[in-house]
């Protein structure tokens, strides 16, 4: 393939037969050349407007260029971080525990997957004795349950190693008074004693062992919700938080 | 019209049959190399084409070929990405920057040797690499799932190609540098830094998670970058002007575009993982590159533009210029859209849903493959010796892409967005933002199809004039039938 | 620009300008991160992965999970991720120092995975939906991994591990579904999957 070496006979132009210069060749333009047009004057102030914005939003949105600081409105220009102080309102931190732990079965409407995983919206368990409730978050629960008629069936993990005491007290709260639910607000002394009294349990409940549990209020919960004017609970719990009692 | 008269050395018609002489003499030197990767690029094409018909129709019917591990969607897709990224685009990029160096440099390619050797390993490495994904040795790292062994002959041809362009950048004829060259001459020393820098960083001597993500994406996002895009471009600076008889319109903007372009692109990778584990300085600093990458593209596209100018009507004839012009207007809009969704507030709508996936096809396909075939159309007829045996072929190629590829990048576009805003809504269940995708995604998989029907027209007209099929035409194979090209 | 040489020097500084400022200098800001022991529990955070996660994270890797799956959580200004109960706080570097290679993904055709093995903790949940995944989500788009499961004739005793399939996916009669030690593994994995621990720089209240 080295044309040096072949004899081309496209070599030099006496030797050579035109028409075996192919015609896409002959009829090609010139090489590529350079216009000297300058660049307009709008386009170099576009550049400084650029360069400018740059300037500003590196400085206001990088958190002071440290490697441990990765929300970018967390200005950071030599200070440390600090958590911005969150509420320790129970139904705000059940919501967090929920949305984190539950809704991926029982989804953030509360509504549950038809089949497998039930409702929460309106239902007995959730409404009714709060000792069912806590022994089922538990413990989890194994094989079919009936909720209003219907069987749903399927697995839910026990949530003693995973969630604290008072998690687990917030979350029964946001359950309880979410999505229309009126029922009283679980205190954490409540989901303590159950635990001691679930201590050595270690499989999950089945339906008829959740229904031999005697149906009582654990200690600490309140008698409803507070607020039965019609305000959607979750309204109503920004107006008036719900201090379980000490 | 096609006498040599005509043709438009300033020097007269004795100069100019001289400099078609040159010209003969530099497109002989390059026919055998040249044609070995346009050759193997088509075949990789149609390769790539058939694995993204099978993921986008997997990713409606999951039970559609599903018992068989070689081609589960999660190994299709990537052998998808890698048999066009370079199998297909690197392949055909190489060849194009091979005949622009030397008809740039003014002088007949010497050492070809070199790299017929380079596009043989390059295909086996691609062949071993893609079997490697279908296989499970995939590394699961986007844009360099290639498992080592494969990497590594890829590097080895690149570092033959790479020795080569110095060589011919070397024995140049003296005189002008031109914009295409600075171009082709940045990329192929761009791309073989960043491909072993980021190989051993990932693959030989992995670094922790989060660093491997930010080097992933820089990787992923330079080789568009500072490989396809430089590349592309300077076929279109030297198409548009060549084909049109005209100089560039600007020689400052030309500069201004090239360096704003080696500056900024190469920061941008960071905008693939906003809101990730990497600090908020990283992902600002990328942030602000891919807004200023806006300063090459409007400069670039200035600078296309009134080189156009007044020239648009020939559009309709030349079948290179339509390629080649459709690629350019895709490279501003699919420039001005990853501005625009690099920043927050668009970002977190986009991120993660198919309208990225639609934003990549506009740059892969709408920008840089057509602008290949455009310079494929321009140079093979050149290297044969013969004209493209049929116009209808050519002409179905261009509407099957650009109808094919407006269709997938609309589809996808409307598809990512729903499936983005309700993704922003945690009420919405994610089966029902399952559901509401695939009536986007089967238009997806409909595009797919008139886009490969376009590359098998493609396919077979560059099989035909390889075969020199037809009547030895005269003049062009053009859109019209007008004679007088000017 | 009509000197090779203007034009290299050129080509190399804007290059390795990127290439400190995206690559170099964030390995020696928060490549070396190490792991974090907690003041309260005495845990190390992140834990580290038992041997058989470590398989499933390659299984993870060959059958290309990571094209559906992402594993980033982000934070509350982008994205409703914690609003989806896809993790109880953002991710943050640390939480991956083990991963090699990293599976933060591009892409959710399927839900973000950083958190799965708190959300979804059945073993036997998870390979019936790696079986044939619309026989528990209806609809679903994921497609099925039957190949990591085998069909056998069952000898004596029918194995522990054999998964309870009904409806259509269940196997004749006399024969049983396993899975093999790429599905083991893969679960494994997935159970391993937790990234709600608080750290330091990612506190989770």
Request: with cysteine; proline share 7%.
């Amino acid at each position: 393939m080295d044309p040096e070496k072949k004899p081309s006979p496209e070599r030099g132009a006496s030797e050579m037969d035109v028409a075996k210069v192919h015609g896409a060749l002959l009829r090609e333009k010139q090489e590529p050349c350079d216009g000297m047009a300058p660049i307009p004057l709008w386009l170099m102030t576009a550049i400084l407007a650029l360069a400018f914005w740059s300037g500003g939003y590196l400085f206001f949105y990088s958190g002071g260029f440290r490697g441990d600081v990765f929300n970018e409105s967390q200005i950071a220009w030599g200070y440390a971080p600090t958590a911005p102080g969150k509420a320790k309102d129970p139904l705000a931190i059940g919501k967090r525990v929920y949305v984190a732990n539950c809704a991926s079965c029982h989804q953030v409407t509360g509504l549950g997957q038809p089949g497998t995983y039930p409702p929460l919206a309106d239902s007995d368990y959730v409404n009714g004795p709060s000792s069912r409730l806590a022994a089922i978050v538990l413990n989890g629960i194994t094989g079919p349950i009936k909720v209003h008629g219907v069987v749903y069936n399927n697995n839910m993990p026990a949530w003693k190693g995973l969630l604290k005491d008072d998690q687990i007290a917030a979350v029964l709260t946001y359950i309880r008074q979410e999505w229309g639910n009126k029922a009283g607000a679980v205190a954490p002394e409540g989901i303590a004693a159950k635990r001691a009294a679930w201590a050595t349990r270690s499989t999950p409940l089945t339906e008829p062992e959740i229904l031999a549990i005697p149906p009582e209020e654990l200690p600490g919960t309140s008698s409803a919700a507070p607020s039965s004017d019609g305000t959607p609970p979750g309204k109503a719990a920004t107006a008036a938080p719900v201090t379980p009692s000490r | 019209m096609t006498s040599p008269s005509s043709s438009s050395s300033p020097k007269g018609p004795k100069a100019a049959l001289a400099d078609a002489l040159d010209r003969a003499a530099i497109d002989a030197s390059c026919r055998l190399p040249v044609l070995l990767f346009f050759g193997s690029a088509i075949a990789w094409l149609l390769v790539g084409s058939v694995f993204a018909l099978l993921a986008a129709i997997k990713l409606t019917t999951p039970e559609f070929l599903a018992d068989h591990a070689w081609l589960t969607f999660g190994r299709v897709r990537p052998a998808h990405l890698n048999a066009v990224a370079y199998g297909w685009s690197s392949t055909a990029a190489i060849g194009v920057a091979i005949w622009l160096m030397a008809r740039l440099c003014r002088v007949p390619l010497r050492h070809a040797r070199i790299l017929v050797a380079a596009a043989v390993l390059w295909n086996l490495g691609v062949a071993i690499g893609v079997t490697a994904i279908l296989a499970g040795a995939s590394n699961a790292i986007e844009w360099l799932e290639f498992p080592t062994y494969a990497a590594f002959i890829l590097f080895v041809s690149y570092a033959f190609i790479a020795v080569w362009a110095v060589l011919m950048f070397r024995e140049r004829r003296p005189g002008h540098v031109y914009v295409s060259q600075w171009y082709i001459f940045g990329a192929f020393f761009w791309f073989p830094w960043l491909y072993s820098v980021v190989n051993s960083m990932l693959v030989f001597w992995p670094v922790q998670g989060s660093v491997q993500a930010i080097i992933n994406w820089w990787f992923g996002h330079n080789v568009l970058g500072l490989w396809f895009t430089p590349i592309a471009l300077a076929s279109t600076y030297y198409m548009i002007p060549k084909i049109l008889g005209k100089p560039i319109h600007s020689y400052y903007l030309s500069i201004l575009g090239f360096w704003s372009l080696a500056l900024f692109y190469s920061w941008n990778g960071g905008h693939h993982l906003l809101g990730g584990p990497i600090p908020a300085w990283l992902q600002s600093a990328s942030i602000v590159a891919s807004v200023m990458m806006l300063i090459p593209v409007i400069t670039t596209a200035i600078n296309f533009h009134m080189t156009m100018r007044g020239s648009f009507a020939l559009l309709r004839t030349s079948p290179a210029l339509r390629f080649t012009v459709f690629g350019a207007m895709c490279y501003t809009v699919v420039s001005a859209q990853g501005s625009s969704m690099a920043l927050r507030s668009l970002n977190k709508l986009t991120h993660f849903t198919h309208y990225t996936i639609g934003h990549a096809h506009l740059g892969m396909y709408a920008f840089f493959t057509m602008t290949m075939f455009g310079a494929m159309y321009y140079i093979t007829p050149r290297l044969v010796r013969w004209e493209w045996p049929s116009a209808f072929l050519i002409k179905a190629h261009f509407w099957l892409a650009s109808t094919g590829i407006l269709l997938m990048v609309v589809s996808l576009t409307l598809g990512g967005l729903i499936q983005g805003i309700e993704l922003e809504n945690p009420k919405v269940p994610f089966l029902t933002i399952v559901a509401h995708t695939i009536p986007w995604l089967h238009a997806r998989s409909w595009s797919g199809a008139l886009l490969t029907t376009g590359h098998l027209a493609f396919a077979l007209s560059f099989v035909l004039i390889l075969l020199r099929t037809g009547k030895q035409r005269e003049g062009p194979t053009l859109f019209t039938k007008e004679r007088s090209f000017p | 620009m009509n000197r090779g040489l203007t034009l290299f020097v050129g080509i190399l500084a804007t290059f390795t300008l990127a290439w400190a400022g995206l690559v170099l200098i964030p390995y020696l800001q928060f490549g070396r991160v190490t792991d974090y022991v907690s003041e309260e529990t005495g845990q190390t955070l992140p834990p580290p992965m038992s041997g058989l996660a470590q398989r499933g994270h390659e299984v993870y890797a060959a059958e290309g999970c990571v094209y559906c799956h992402s594993q980033q959580v982000r934070g509350e200004s982008q994205g409703s991720d914690l609003a989806r109960g896809w993790g109880v706080r953002r991710t943050v570097a640390r939480d991956y120092i083990g991963e090699r290679p990293h599976f933060l993904g591009t892409m959710r055709t399927g839900p973000d995975l950083s958190n799965i093995g708190r959300r979804q903790s059945s073993v036997e949940w998870h390979h019936k939906h790696l079986y044939r995944p619309q026989s528990v989500s209806p609809g679903s788009v994921m497609p099925p991994f039957r190949f990591l499961y085998s069909l056998r004739k069952i000898v004596g005793e029918p194995s522990a591990d054999a998964l309870k399939l009904d409806g259509l996916d269940a196997p004749p009669p006399g024969w049983e579904v396993v899975p093999t030690p790429d599905a083991k593994a893969l679960v494994a994995y997935l159970l391993s999957l937790d990234r709600s621990y608080p750290l330091p720089e990612a506190p989770t209240e």
